[in-house]
């Protein structure tokens, strides 16, 4: 255990972007909080909580998968080396369980793989909610984390309490930057910890919502009615950390042809539409059914954790509040 | 918009009439949806197909196409026969109510019935919800605009209004959804043929007096120009012998499209300035490279008459330039040089020559979220919403109108009326989103929308071919059978240069404005 005092951050981010790509939280004209390249006096403390996800990071919008010119196919991947700072534990529960889809079983994404192994992560942990839509706790997550992190950081007022979670954590903090903990910091972060814990509003209603929809989920007329709200931006599906379905599509270059990746929605109704025409997710009510049954049924019959950690981003961009907590509410009735 | 868009989260009552919001406008289609569903308010729509808001509505009038002043005259007869009118408001604030009140005395719901199909009780209900709620907002778009009585159909919707007292106040008014991100602005800049900007009029010789003092000319003509539809008249008869087009497409977008192109081609010279080669610009003799939104700066004036400022997000891709530069540099080589150092210098010019704009200064756009003119001076606050206490004119004036049926009716030989519109996944001829894949993907072909009946009679199902066929053309196109649309009315979009709808619409122009009226033809139908 480490701490980092608040006023050496910028000095410490400086020195890690010599020789890695640092991002940080970054407030654009104090509206939208974005990470962002770390530039000097961008960053800004409190840290908040970023509109979009962190899974951008590893997966962005756009990106080329391979390249075919002439008999020559290029597959590029990532290398360049990407310390992250200040993402919250929500979305480091975000990339735990993109990994599984991404980088283990069956299927193991060579583009994500690669930025994956070159990311280092320190998060902070959340002391009290980032923002009114905040329910990781009533999704069963934590507004900490146990393990699965390079280093996480617990606000304790003056400064911050250094965590280690990885061998890469642990080099980072053996850096001047850190400073010896002080002495009684291993009660103060138990007390932080359950000072976090308490300050989480709780909306029950998630836990009895996943048993709902295990049972007997509400019929189709329940989810038209929702729908109708529904105007298929998509927004919901590109914030939401734990969203990796992408569309795949061939380009001309100068030197060539380019495949590219992009995120996609399943909200939208061509994501599911046959060849045939025909579709097997034909109405609003219906993919939004499919929607919030993967993340709140099949995830936790497959994988025992619901595919929603509470971040409450969806809620935030919905333009007409149809996010998973008024979702998650409607289902309770 | 006589009225702003955070004023649609408080109203209490929406007509939506000729205006498919969630398609074309979601984000205000967005602020309808929650006023109805957290906050109750009280759903009108007006449109002959069942658009998705028409599943929120209280009450869906599917009104035949075409036949909107009668179903205006309709909710004005009830509303006046029932004394729901704001009889304040019209002795204090308006003009020619007597003229207004003989007219519509004369449509009694059973007359609005036959004309428009729709039924007396729903036509009472509604003009009950819009006249019996202080906050209600009317608000259309090409549904209403796009008829040979487009400027019929927008004075009757200031009419109904009016009469009752829903002008001047917050979450009322009537407001027509801009298409385009800078429509307004392009009219308030003066692309149009009889004003210059600000709505000046060039026949007002003071007016023309002092843009020759700051722009160090003479002579300047008092006659307006021409419109889009007459300027293409003109090229087809020979008057026209050099075309400038920035930023249009009216190979595909004008009515009677192949009559375009004929006279596009009957040109000497044709200037195409965009920012992709469209097909329009394939007939140009010059075309002049333009940037894109990200690559320049400048500003926009949404629906809203908010004027904000974009910034340049990338460097101009190499070749191109912005519109402005290259206008500069256009007038420069012409023999009258235009000396602007950057946008900022034309905002500088319109700030002192336009007096809606004359506090929309630089200074203050810069890092705000922009004003709403009409904003005249530095200190002025601008305008969420116009007309308060004294209309802009004076007293608002009642132009009663009288019922005048499409150009084109159905008939035996061609027994369908089409209409066409917009999806929300292309914008206008697709020329920018039918280059992005995922778009594409989910609309990639047009498709003729038909009622169900109407399909069992000419044995279709979807995804069935048929010629559709009108007086000017011909196209090929698989049905989709829906009751979105209603029985003998088909529907397709405007979106695919390869399948141009716009080969069949008819060039019949309202006598005003000249807009066509893209929303009403007759075709026939053959399955293939």
Redesign the interface.
Known sequence: MKRLRKDRVSAFLREMNESETVLCPCSV?DRDNLLMPFEEGSRREPVGKTTNSAKGVLFPQKEDIITFMGDHISKETATDKVLVFGIRPCDMMGIHFTDRFMTRGGFRDPHYSARRKNLTIIVVACHEPPSESCFCLDAERKPYLDEGFDLQLFDAGDGYIVVPGSSRGETLMGTHAFEDSHRGDTAKLEEIKKKSLDSQRTRPGFSKAVERLKRDGPDEAFWESLA??C???GSCVYVCPTCTCF?V?D?SAETGFVRTR?W?ACL???FTRETS?HNPRPTFGSRLARRHEHKLKFDVMNYNEAGCVGCGRCTDAC???LGAIEIIEAING | MTNSIAEFEDAEAFLVIGSNTTEQHPLIASKIISAVAKKGAQLIVADPREIPLAKMAAIHLRHKVGTDVALLNGLMHIILKEGLEARTYIRERTENFEEMRSIVSDYPPEKVRELTGVDSGDLEKAARIYAGHEKAMLVYAMGITQHITGTDNVKSCANLAMLTGHVGYGSTGVNPLRGQNNVQGACDMGALPNVFSGYQSVSDPAIREKFQAAWHVQGMDESPGLTVTEMLEGAEAGKIKALYVLGENPVVSDPNAKHAARALKQLDFLVVQDIFMTETARLANVILPASGFAEKTGTFTNTERRVQLSREAMAPLEGTKPDWEIICELSGRCGYPMDYDSPMGILDEINQLTPSYGGITHERIKDTWGLSWPCPDKDHPGTPFLHRGRFARGLGRFEPKEFIPPAELPDEEYPFVLTTGRIRFHYHTGTMTRRIPLLEREAPTAVLEMNPADARRLRLKNGNMVAVESRRGELRMPVAVTTVVPEGVVFSTFHYGENNINELTIGAVDPVSKIPEYKNCAVSIRRL
């Open positions: 004209d109708l709200k105007i298929d931006c569309n599509f380009r992009t996609d939208h109704a061509g025409g333009p007409v509040g």
